[in-house]
């Protein structure tokens, strides 16, 4: 059997090299119309802010090596130009010499990857212009600046990449402006947790121009100033577009393959696309999600991985099935670590869930052992408890828990079993409870009205929609008269008890300290007062001013 894969990065060469492990009987074509494979492309940015010294380092395998490994035939910068899907034949360009050639096959897997979408706008050719998706631009991107030593650049767009080379160009010491037409940065992370990044990037010295669209790209041979649709122009000697990446569906449309609904090619959880002995992986493809069984488009190196590796098993008669993903992404800003996976708030709401939301404010790993503050934000179902997403973000520690979090959501974990979860401690690693371990416990309870949550989100919507609440602020007297909830009283938690005749027990009442555990110590001993609706802030007053201010800005 000929088994013919057009494209040789993550998700091509993952069909070829499983199907080879299979099989010694298949014959394997690989064609690629760049002249890099197997690359991390997730590696650009640090190649180009000089983390990763030598380019070779982002390309460790070439043809050579596939074809010594795996006997796979790999043949860069060969372009399929057209298939003949009645006759399972493919038309090839040799993108080097011009000529054109014929190839056969029994099976295609259509491995096309993803381009990075560029705009539209007047100057997007001029020399000082790059997208970043591939080793060429990177190998561009970083001869430029070492060649013309820019000391402005401009990047459009704040998502993964973008962030990532705002970081790296701005460790190589040239002053970034990044425009973004949301109103936030991330767009995969909710508004509240989006301007946590937001302020760290100010704070490292970014400008941030956030829901602001570029409108042109001004100068003769490069870009010298970009004209916003506000208005506003921003002087700049390097542009870096960064707005996101399209699919390459071109030859699947071409032989009548069929799309999904986020416009990648729409497969089984065979890989298997509407044609016959046509298979579609990684970036080309689309996923669904684990949570809500939807179509979901995230180009991710792993889970191109994932895809190539399952149709690799299924072309070679092996069981296999993709099971989904969550969308699980992090990346760090500066010392700042992001990360999230599953649903955000935004998106569960949208999909119809009745939602918990916990905001858990926790070091780490205790001070004395240098723990640091992480924020972790966890979405639940109220129905059925279980746990639907989360969002993390801080200096360290970051990785372990999306990491456990992933997993629980994978395995439908509910809120209460992530409280019985038995991760290791000790004091250079985690906290006795750890902030995993506390989230599912604050969820948990919440959702079993034990120990009732409300945002500062929600606080403030039905504030501002003329319902009436007693809000009880707990903690010091210093730290109320620096800042506190509007409207609120201040009764430290040791007085709550002698002094909480002086409050309406059938008032709906809010109670808070700073980031969440007093006040929910204050809950209880009003509950036990005979209160009868208590919620405890979620995230405490340190999160609400947070988010008062993401409402105001």
Excluded: W
Aim: net charge negative; with cysteine; proline share 4%.
């Amino acid at each position: 059997m000929k088994l013919l894969i057009i494209g040789s990065v993550a998700a091509g060469t993952s069909v070829g090299a499983k199907a080879r492990r299979n099989s010694e009987d298949l014959q394997i074509t690989i064609y690629d119309r760049d002249q890099d494979i197997s690359y991390s492309g997730c590696g650009i940015p640090y190649f180009v802010g000089g983390e990763i010294a030598d380019i070779d380092e982002l390309t460790p395998r070439d043809a050579a090596f596939f074809k010594k490994r795996y006997n796979i035939d790999i043949h860069t910068r060969h372009e399929v130009e057209s298939i003949d899907h009645a006759t399972k034949t493919a038309t090839i360009v040799n993108l080097a010499t011009g000529d054109r050639l014929t190839d056969t096959y029994d099976t295609l897997v259509l491995a096309t990857g993803a381009s990075s979408i560029v705009p539209p706008l007047q100057g997007v050719d001029h020399d000082n212009v790059f997208t970043v998706r591939n080793v060429r631009n990177a190998d561009a991107i970083r001869s430029y600046i070492d060649a013309h030593n820019p000391k402005t650049a401009t990047i459009v767009g704040g998502g993964f990449i973008g962030l990532e080379m705002a970081e790296q160009l701005s460790y190589r010491g040239i002053q970034v402006t990044l425009v973004e037409r949301l109103p936030q940065v991330m767009p995969p992370l909710d508004r509240d947790m989006a301007e946590r990044v937001a302020d760290h990037l100010r704070d490292k010295g970014v400008s941030l121009l956030l829901g602001e669209s570029v409108t042109a790209l001004n100068g003769t041979e490069r870009v010298t100033d970009i004209a916003l649709e506000s208005g506003k122009s921003i002087a700049t000697e390097l542009v870096i577009l960064s707005v996101g990446v399209k699919p390459n569906t071109e030859l699947a449309k071409q032989i009548g393959v069929g799309l999904g609904q986020t416009g990648a090619i729409a497969v089984n959880r065979k890989m298997q696309t509407n044609v016959a002995d046509i298979y579609a992986v990684g970036d080309v493809a689309e996923s669904f999600s684990v949570i809500t069984g939807e179509a979901i488009y995230r180009p991710l190196g792993s889970t191109a991985n994932k895809m190539g590796r399952i149709a690799g098993m299924v072309i070679t008669g092996e069981e296999a099935e993709h099971r989904g993903i969550l969308g699980t992404g992090i990346f760090k800003a500066f010392d700042l670590t992001v990360a999230q996976t599953g649903l955000t708030e935004k998106e569960a709401r949208e999909a119809g869930y009745d939602i918990e939301v916990l905001h858990n404010i926790k070091p780490d790993r205790p001070e004395y052992m240098g723990g640091k503050e992480m924020t972790i934000k966890a979405i639940a179902d109220r129905a059925t408890g279980r746990v639907l997403g989360a969002q993390i973000v801080g200096p360290q520690g970051v990785d372990k828990r999306i990491d456990v979090l992933a997993t629980a959501i994978t395995f439908k974990a509910k809120a209460e079993d992530l409280f019985h979860l038995d991760l290791a401690y000790a004091p250079p690693f985690a906290t006795t409870k750890d902030p995993v371990l506390y989230t599912g416990m604050a969820l948990d309870n919440a959702i079993k009205k034990t120990a009732r949550l409300m945002t500062p989100n929600e606080l403030i919507e039905q504030v501002a929609g003329g319902k009436s609440f007693q809000i009880i602020d707990t903690r010091s007297k210093a730290q109320f008269e620096k800042n506190h909830v509007d409207g609120a009283i201040h009764i430290p938690l040791g007085e709550l008890r002698t002094r909480a005749k002086e409050l309406d027990p059938t008032l709906p009442t809010i109670v808070y300290c700073n980031k969440g555990v007093t006040g929910n110590a204050a809950q209880n001993v009003l509950k036990n007062l005979g209160f009868t609706d208590v919620c405890n802030l979620s995230g405490g007053n340190k999160n609400y001013q947070h988010c008062k201010k993401c409402l105001t800005e």
